[in-house]
Structure formats: C-alpha cells, structure tokens
C-alpha cells in the first residue's frame, strides 16, 4: 500500500512538474511578486452561506523558478502555511508547510524524448520511471469534464472577449467562458450554468483576476495584488533556517 501510494505521489508530481515548466518556460525575462486573495463563498440549499478566504504569495525569478505560499484558515481560527518552490533548472519541487519543520524536495529526471503522438517519456538513468501524455496534462484553461450520463449531450459553450483593462496596476485581458450543461448531462433534472471570467496580463503571462460562478461550487473569486516587477529575494525560494530538508528522488522509489 505504502509502495502504490508513493508511485501515484511520484506520477502526480512529474505530471505537475512537465506541465508547471511548460507554462514557465516563456516567462523567465519577467521576474514578478504579488499577493493573491481567493473568496469561496457557497450557498447551502436552506439559506445557509459559508465563507472561505485563503491568502497566497508569489513570485518569479528570472530563472524561471517560481514560489507560493498559501495561508489558509483551518478549524477554530488556526491559520497553516504551504509552500512549494518549483525550480525548472535544478529540475526540483520543494515543498513545506508551517505544521512541521520539515522541507521535502523531490529531484524530477530528465524527460528522455517526445514520441509520437505526443508522449514525453520520462527517465533517469538507464530505466524509465513514468510516461506522460501531453494531452493528459493539466491546461491553463479547463473546460467540461463528462462524468457521466449521455455521452450524446454535449454542454453549450461561448466564449466572450471583454476587452482590456488595469488591474493591480497592470494592464490585463479578460475572457468569459459561458458553459450551459443540458439535463441529462451529469444526471441533472434541469439545465445549469458555470460563468467563468479569467483576467490575465499579456506581457507577464500571469492571471492576474478570475471568477469561477458554478452552482456546484459555489462563487470562487481570486484577484492578484501589489505585482512588483523585480527580481525577488532569493531567500524566498529557501525553506526556513532551522528546517530538516530531506531529498527524494526517482531511483529511491
């Protein structure tokens, strides 16, 4: 059990790593740091409403690593920190959280070729330790997902530009996706709805605003703050003094 679960962590982490490099990759020559502020609000079906609010930080360097941490507010008010530092040139994701003193990085091995059809086959050192189809990886922009019921009902989707406008003093784009599931989609009696706006700055390549309104999920807005264009403390991609920093790679596993 402990063996199966350390492989899906392992395959989880090299599909996150190909897909974060890839996004990366094209903005190393703009070094940023801003705060984020994400709201979740949720609507319970007799009136209740049920407020979440997590706060993050991130930043870019011009090596293309990037750090975030997120703070979140837990049971009775106690707030935890998580985070991870994604460096595309050690080919490492470090990871910790404020509940322990100790800091985990994962080394990735070097992806070995692209195949056809798009496959990336992962390897280091004379055996291959996972295989990753481009296709499966997770997108910047995510759309319907069937679940189940009639594989012949397909949701309707439009696609709106908003033009552009300065947000966080930086000038950014918005798109609003408009997605109506059909009844009988994910055995639903009636049609529903998901509005999704994503503001993101050209010249950055980073989102700087998004809505996400679905019934299901209730209102999720996240909105960046204070962007510096700069080159951040390199501190910030180092687990705190005092941490136990232990090292896990491919082979161990």
Request: avoid cysteine; charge should be neutral.
């Amino acid at each position: 059990m402990l063996s199966a679960l350390r492989s899906t962590t392992l395959s989880l982490l090299l599909l996150g790593f190909v897909s974060v490099s890839a996004q990366t990759s094209g903005n190393r020559n703009s070094p940023d740091s801003a705060n984020e502020k994400t709201t979740l609000v949720q609507k319970l079906a007799d009136g209740t409403t049920i407020t979440r609010e997590s706060t993050a930080t991130e930043a870019r360097d011009s090596q293309g690593r990037t750090v975030r941490t997120t703070t979140m507010t837990g049971m009775g008010g106690r707030n935890a920190t998580h985070t991870t530092v994604i460096d595309p040139v050690a080919r490492t994701i470090t990871h910790w959280s404020s509940l322990t003193k100790e800091a985990t990085t994962m080394h990735m091995p070097e992806p070995r070729k692209v195949g056809q059809s798009g496959t990336v086959l992962m390897s280091s050192g004379p055996s291959a330790v996972g295989v990753a189809t481009l296709g499966d990886l997770p997108m910047a922009s995510s759309g319907a997902v069937t679940l189940a019921g009639d594989s012949n009902l397909k949701p309707a989707r439009q696609i709106d530009r908003l033009g552009g406008k300065t947000i966080a003093g930086v000038y950014a784009e918005g798109v609003r996706t408009t997605t109506t599931y059909p009844v009988g989609y994910m055995g639903n009696d009636k049609p529903f709805v998901n509005v999704r706006e994503i503001w993101t700055a050209p010249d950055l390549k980073l989102v700087v605003s998004s809505t996400d309104n679905d019934p299901r999920n209730g209102l999720r807005s996240t909105e960046m703050t204070d962007v510096v264009r700069a080159e951040p403390d390199p501190a910030v991609f180092l687990p705190p003094e005092g941490y136990t920093i232990r090292d896990h790679s491919p082979e161990s596993h």
